[in-house]
Structures are given as C-alpha cells and as structure tokens.
C-alpha cells in the first residue's frame, strides 16, 4: 500500500532530532514533495492538539516561525524551541548553526 504525502510528512518531522530545525521545503523534499512546501505547513497546522509530533522544529527559509509574531501559536512554538536550546537573534533562528543535516539535505 502506498504511503500518503501526509504520513510521509509526518515521517520526515518525527526524525528531526531535538535542538535541532527543518525548513519546510526542506521537509518537502526529505518527502519526496520538492516544491510542496505550502502542503507541509498546510498538514502540520492540522494535527491534533496533543499529536506528539514535533512540528515545532519546522520554521521558514529565513529561520523564522511562521506564525504572526506574538500570537499564541508563535509564542508557544518559540518556548519549545528554546526549551530545546535553540537561541534566537532578533526573532531568527541561525540556519548556520540548528539546521537539521542530512544527506542530501540543505
């Protein structure tokens, strides 16, 4: 049986290891999605509540969350990040230093 865009969405951000970040065109492409990144924000903004899943350690190509800043969303998700260690700089995450590698990843 083949397996979803959705599930291989969901695989691709459960192996994002903590402390660590993962662009959305980044997680498309890791899902075999090149150019789907707008899917991946679209299936992540529909997990459940308490999904486990962690869609956090997934932020825009300028390293920076996606939500309006100071909005409930954005705060929550800035929290885990830095409970995960990852510092900000003027409301930016430093690709340079937290992105996620991995072959053929960049």
């Known amino acids: 049986m083949e397996v979803s865009k959705h599930e291989r969405i969901w695989q691709v951000v459960s192996m994002i290891p903590t402390g660590k970040v993962a662009t959305y065109g980044q997680v498309a492409r890791m899902a075999g999605l090149k150019n789907h990144s707008r899917m991946v924000g679209s299936v992540l903004s529909q997990l ?3 999904s486990g899943l962690p869609w956090h350690r997934v932020i ?3 390293g920076r969350i996606s939500f309006p800043q100071n909005s409930p969303q954005y705060n929550k998700q800035k929290q885990l990040l830095l409970a995960e260690g990852i510092n900000f700089i003027s409301d930016k995450v430093s690709l340079a230093s937290y992105q996620w590698q991995t072959e053929g990843s960049a």
């Open 48 to 50: 459940p509540p308490h």
């Open 60 to 62: 825009n190509s300028k």
